[in-house]
């Protein structure tokens, strides 16, 4: 069955950076889009990013362009998150989610939190 | 980008009640692009209703959605005990895709 398995979330600082990642087994993971949402209480269920299946077309919400970086290494059926220049409204629960839209499988997710 | 109101924030209904559970869209979304999720505490979001009106496999008939334009809903025909949830409707008609702010429903 499909597994995603999301880690690397903590406590940082802002300005800091912080790299997110999330294992997939289960299915052919470089057959499929893979996404990023966030979830928090000011922001809601809030997508993030996403990256085709071969990781050439990558697509970022306004909120992150330019901070965040989406990645992918097909042999080791892993997703990455780079996070740099963190804000404190970055902060919240990353999940990662199988494509396509709309999302049958996610993981559990993993907590980013942004404070000084 | 499209923003979805749900309404209302907050269901209190007893089980065996009927629930409905409304989306409106700052602009007309095709319905094969409108989903409905459902999250309990501590869970991720589990897919319902894909394209408006598609149950998600495994999902119960009691789910049931319905909608065009800007105007979606989520009905759920006789609340168990284990529906007493969040649900959230998502649009993915646009690159960035948006979800509602959420309606809780509660055990009254």
């Known amino acids: 069955q499909v597994q995603l398995v999301e880690s690397g979330g903590g406590v940082v600082r802002p300005g800091t950076s912080l790299r997110l990642s999330c294992a997939a087994s289960g299915f052919s993971f470089s057959s499929y889009g893979m996404h990023w949402v966030r979830q928090s209480p000011d922001r809601g269920l809030e997508w993030v990013a996403v990256?085709?299946?071969?990781?050439?077309?990558?697509y970022y919400a306004d909120s992150v362009k330019g901070r965040f970086t989406i990645s992918r290494d097909n042999s080791k059926n892993t997703l990455y998150l780079e996070m740099n220049s963190l804000r404190p409204e970055d902060t919240g629960l990353y999940y990662c989610?199988?494509?396509?839209?709309?999302?049958?499988?996610w993981g559990q997710g993993t907590l980013v939190t942004v404070s000084s | 980008e499209i923003v979805l109101t749900q309404s209302p924030g907050t269901l209190s209904l007893s089980p065996g009640e009927r629930a409905t559970l409304s989306c409106r869209a700052s602009q007309s979304v095709s319905s094969s692009y409108l989903a409905w999720y459902q999250q309990k505490p501590g869970q991720a979001p589990r897919l319902l209703i894909d394209g408006a009106s598609n149950r998600a496999t495994g999902i119960p008939d009691r789910f049931s959605g319905s909608g065009s334009g800007t105007d979606f809903t989520l009905t759920i025909s006789r609340l168990e005990p284990e529906d007493f949830a969040v649900y959230y409707c998502?649009?993915?008609?646009?690159?960035?895709?948006?979800f509602g702010q959420g309606t809780k429903v509660e055990i009254k």
């Open positions: 990256t085709s299946n071969d990781g050439t077309h990558k």
């Open positions: 998502q649009e993915y008609q646009s690159s960035a895709e948006t």
């Open positions: 989610a199988k494509g396509p839209r709309p999302y049958a499988h």
